[in-house]
């Protein structure tokens, strides 16, 4: 079997994040090694996002830059992997002949026969241009006979997830639920992931304890619409001993938007509240449990109260309302009005608040602006709901067309780009104040901090001197960071491998209600006593969207 060296880099969101870990699993597990420079790569893996224009825009850069180097040694294999490979299909390879290999989200345990095949077919065609290797759902994702295949070696790839102890900094992603059934009249999610698939409980447990024991101390549980995890247990089929996902289940004839039935009773059902709870009492070593994203409807009282009730769940919500005018929620298909988000959060907070026992609810949100016919007094709307739900950050995109989207077939982009801008600008403003306020609001107060490494001062600090370099104190700083290749896009989670410092250090971790806080390791100290740990922090100020403090006890 031909081996080889692996650049992999990863664009999106955590769910890609999640992807390439298990993808790197198992091709470390079958003799690859990987690289953190591309240019000496055999394989040039892309794993990629097709949620906005702008993320798609940033691979076809990527990918041109390959050009000249495919030209100097054009044995290399290269790969585009993830939603973008889905969604555009063999357009990519037309439109980019450096691209050998396309596997959607939804088939890559294939991965690795592909790679094999493109190598081998390399190798003996001596640069020749080689049949592209392509595994992609394509049309047939919401069929549900290969749908259910396909899910079940999926679930192979998630069950067989590699876990040693040097992967993990402390913290680790685990999906829930496949998918998506919502279709948001601007979202490719659905097209790119396909239908909604719950993961079995035992299934869920089951790897949080193994990663638990590989040290993982924090968790962070993934689905697009976390909250509407169901299994039904006496449902439940087995095929080679395995437990199967199940299908979200969706009212056949309904309109685009899947509903959930409620109407499948007297089995013993597995709800997200039951979910929690069960990893939270089974998996004590766990010290952190967290989740991402949830939607703001169907969000019952019984998630709530688990929250509550069981100390090791963080008190963080991302629970992204998209607009603030009840006549875009209806053009973006999100299925609640402005009130029903407005009732959703004063709820969440009249459980989950308790400032006063240093266990302040923090809330996240995303904001679309610029949605086709959005009109001022719309905008003055979502401002108003930014102010209202005072969320400690928000993410605002600028509306992207995405071609296979109802609102792209339908409703023409017509808010102009200077318009998107400047609304967009304008919500930054809004939401930077609030942040600000919110941050200033925990000056004084204590916190469990999960530490993740040093700050990106300390990182940058140590990446301009190179090898050595000098801090205030003068001391020699070398820093070593592995585990997450330094030219990948996303930073956070990375696995600090090794540092070795004579003095203090920057550090960055989070509070249990996700706000960064940065602290000094103490003289003498050094970092790696720390990173992957959960340390107090007494905060003594607010640095514009994080905090700072210093380490006690
Ligand atoms: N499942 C999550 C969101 C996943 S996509 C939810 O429903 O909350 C992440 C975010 O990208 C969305 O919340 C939305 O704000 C943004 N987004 C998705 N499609 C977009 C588009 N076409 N243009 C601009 N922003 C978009
Ligand atoms: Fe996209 Fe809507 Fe599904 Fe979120 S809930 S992934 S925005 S379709
Ligand atoms: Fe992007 Fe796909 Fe995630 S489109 S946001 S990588 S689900």
Redesign the pocket.
Known sequence: MPAGRVYLETFG?QMNELDSELVRGRLASLGYRFTPDPAEADVVLYNTCS??EQAEQKVWSRLGDLKTHKAERPETVVGVLGCMAERDGEDLIKRMPVVDILCGPGELDKLPELIDNALRTRLSLRAERSASQVALQGSTSRRSATLAAAQDDLELLDLSRAISPTDHSGSAYVRITRG?N?F?T????PFTRGAEVHRPPDHIVEECKRLADAGVIEVTLLG??VNHYRYEDGAAVTVNGMLQPQKGRIYKGASAEGRRSDAFTGERVTTFADLLRRIHDEVPAIKRLRFV?S?PRDFGDDVLEVMRDHPRICRYLH??A?SGSDRMLKMMNRGYTVAQYDEFIARARHYLDQPELGRPLMISG???VGFPTETDEDFEATKALLQRSRYKNC?I??????PG?V?YDRIPDDVPDEVKRRRNNELLALQTGISEEIGRAQVGREFEVYVEGPSRRAKKQAGLKKSSLRNKANHTISLTVSGREPGEASESHGAIASIDAGGPVQLSGRTDGDQIVFFDTPEGRSPADFIGRLVRVRIEAAQGMSLAGSLLG
Do not use: E, L, N
């Open positions: 969101c949620v906005r998506c919502k948001c601007y979202c490719v999610v697009q619409t994203t939607y629970v992204p998209q995303d904001i679309i993410f995109f600028k509306y992207s067309p995405r989207t609102a």
